[in-house]
């Protein structure tokens, strides 16, 4: 009897050292995220990853297409455009513009993912940030410079992973521009339960 009960508690030890590792491996629970003051976006750029423009086109020579896996590319060319916007600079790219420049300049590795340090030479004048963690004063020194960061989230706060642009933030908490939503309208952070990841951010150089 007493060995039984050592097979059933070694049996539980190791499916709750299963359990911890997948945690881990999945990003644990993320970093919660409040703003520390309202910031209203003055202008939003919205680009949905399924415009029938560019849903089809390729992210380089990847399989996977901008309407399966374009929220990246979508976010980075919203938040450039609305920096853009704020400085008085030029950049009128288009999501599907943004990819193929993207493209042109193998940003992206075989699997689609981005090449953070060749993003200067798809859209010159530009710098990439790839932050080492989630840091909440640095999303708001971003933001208060002028600089859109995307952050990212896990679908309703469980399911695949997601990027979404922050474009500042309301009485409710941090608001974004989805590239999954279909309307020009700003989504609550608080449908991926205010969680983030990952943080990463292009912006103009002065």
């Not at 009897?1 to 990003?27: D, E, Q, T, Y």
């Amino acid at each position: 009897m007493i060995r039984r009960l050592s097979v059933v508690a070694a049996g539980m030890f190791l499916g709750l050292v299963f359990s911890v590792c997948l945690w881990r491996s999945r990003g644990g629970d993320g970093v919660l995220l409040v703003p520390r003051q309202i910031r209203e976006p003055e202008h939003v750029v919205y680009f949905c990853q399924q415009d029938p423009a560019w849903a089809d086109d390729h992210l380089g020579e990847a399989r996977d297409t901008m309407a399966s896996s374009g929220c990246l590319v979508c976010a980075l060319a919203s938040g450039l455009a609305m920096q853009a916007a704020g400085q008085g600079l030029s950049f009128e790219l288009t999501a599907g513009e943004l990819n193929e420049a993207f493209s042109e300049a193998e940003v992206y590795t075989e699997s689609g993912a981005v090449i953070w340090g060749r993003i200067p030479l798809a859209v010159p004048g530009t710098e990439s940030l790839v932050m080492d963690s989630v840091d909440g004063e640095e999303i708001a020194r971003l933001l208060e410079d002028g600089i859109f960061p995307v952050v990212k989230v896990r679908m309703k706060g469980v399911g695949a992973w997601h990027w979404v642009l922050l474009t500042g933030s309301d009485a409710n908490g941090y608001l974004c521009m989805d590239p999954m939503s279909d309307t020009k309208e700003a989504v609550s952070l608080s449908e991926f339960h205010n969680r983030a990841y990952a943080v990463r951010a292009v912006y103009f150089c002065e």
